[in-house]
């Protein structure tokens, strides 16, 4: 899998700032954004999927060249998927900082765990 830095920096930066106690929000402000990110996550995972099932699915003939766009395609496909994962991990991440700076360390403890889980799902070789 191929590793991408899509705003990872910037999320560690921003969580380093929490962790220091130099940037703080307001928990109602944090709830609605923490919402907000959710519906981020289910469009990801709905995508994901879309794009986990088209891989499987060319609708191409059994003739080689057929076969080898294919493959082609479905390495794409895994490759989107890849992405796709990082984008949903760091978008958890992303909640779990805003939750610490509104100091919801219970709920960001759960987002920690359930971030955990969704880069432990995105290993090669999973199945979905």
């Known amino acids: 899998m191929m590793e ?11 969580s380093d700032a929490v962790a220091a106690g130099t ?18 996550i289910d469009e990801l995972d709905r995508q994901r999927l879309k794009m986990d099932r088209g891989a499987k699915n060319t609708g191409l003939a059994g003739f080689p060249s057929a076969q080898q766009l294919a493959v082609g395609f479905s390495g794409k496909a895994d490759q989107m998927v890849d992405t796709i994962d990082q984008y949903i991990v760091g978008t958890i991440r ?10 919801k360390y ?23």
């Open 4 to 14: 991408v830095d899509y705003g990872q920096a910037q999320i560690k930066a921003m």
């Open 23 to 40: 940037l703080k929000f307001d928990p109602a402000a944090v709830a609605d954004v923490v919402k907000v990110l959710d519906g981020v």
């Open 94 to 103: 992303l909640q779990e900082t805003f939750l610490r700076a509104a100091g």
């Open 106 to 128: 219970a709920e960001a403890d759960q987002m920690n765990a359930r971030a955990i889980a969704a880069a432990s799902a995105a290993v090669p070789g999973r199945t979905t």
